[in-house]
């Protein structure tokens, strides 16, 4: 069977054959988006991580460059693992998380049975961000944790780095005993030599805290990340992306939650969020689609998982909105659609309709395409099988009839109560649907399989 691998990708980014979870190294360096991503390359499965590459000019449009990063070393011979970009000296810094299971699986070396591994931290410095030398220029920079007060031998991962003033700083994700996450904070002068500042356990942070991310907008500090098992309805995903605002304090490194940390996508599917600053200074957030099981379309390797638009982060009287970025505006806006298919966005459901019954009747769905309505209570939008709704103050959405056959995971979903506002814009593709409510106030996400057919409005 001829398999082939894909050299390009719009509007969401997708494993190019084979196994795609976290982003990773989101930066904007020298005039092109870069974006890396765990990647296991053998098998829609998680595996052996590996760090994927892509570039773009406006994160819609990304061209896959394969392999950046793979296990070379001692210390990261079980895998390269998630972690962040700068930029100094005009060379791009990528840091990871390097991982060495103590026991292994003859049958399958590609997990750690009992999750029984160490973790250090590592760098590779690149030239030009197009060259990555595995064996040449990486280097550890902090060693695994024998000292469980200080942090965890297995679970210390994610480094996320940024500068402040004369330093760099580095946040990373970890756990106390395995029972409580934590975060820990590290400063360097040089970006290279780092050394430990200071930690902040709390009972928000799940048992493991995964991926966190801390940055200053709009004058205050938000504060992300993804803990463990937290929660506990019996269904998948038990691990949730979540924010909230912060007190941070740069000197100390001091870390205080403001508020109760919520859901960043109400869908419950997206996971492992990173942001960074975008071309123009705006706080920009790319994150994981977790996905149940593999695309297979015939002559293209089987793929799973997908980066879900990329969502500029904001602050506004107290709460923390995701408002899909203005390039994903932008590429709306000049009819870039429907070409794929050789189809004009004529042909389906026109963009943009505010009431697509009433003005466009029951129409053929044209993928991608963009919707914007307002939603009234009691009114129901079905799209190719997915129905949202608004009941109770709040939207809906049911994605029964478009994830056919997979059990144990979540298939309905709904926001926060909006104050009677219901103003949705909603992105359809192949395999996943995002509704941005009231300018991103909240977001609800879902993967599906199979959307396909019309689109229409009714009363319920
Ligand atoms: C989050 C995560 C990270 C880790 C990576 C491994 O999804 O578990 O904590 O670095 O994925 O693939």
Redesign the pocket.
Known sequence: MGVFYLKKDRLHLRAPGNWM??PNGFIYYKGKYHLFY?YFPYAPV?GT?HWGHAVSEDMIHWDHLGIALFPTKDYDQN?V???SAIEREGKLYLYY?AVKYLETDSENIHVAPGDHYETSQAVIVSEDGYHFDNWGDKKKIIPVSMDEEVANRAHT??PKVWRDGGHYYMIL?STYGEQTGRVLFYRSKDALAWEYVSQCRSGQFGKIL??PDLFAVDGGSVFIG?PMYVTEDGMEYR?QAMCALADYDAKSCGLKLKQEMRLIDYGMDL??PQTNVDRDGRRVMIA?MRMPRAVETEGESPWRGMMCLPRVVEVRDGHIFFRVHPEVERYFDKKDIGESRGRSPEDGVKEDASKPEQETGNKSLTIPCRLRTVLEEGRELNIGGYRIWTEDDAVWADRSKVYAGIEGYRLTGSTPKLGGRYELEIFVDDNLIEIFVNGGQYVLSHVVYGIGGSVSERQR
């Open positions: 979870n976290d765990q998680w991580m895998g693992f998630s972690g998380s991962r994610d994700g995964e991926c993804s691990h996971y492992a994981w």
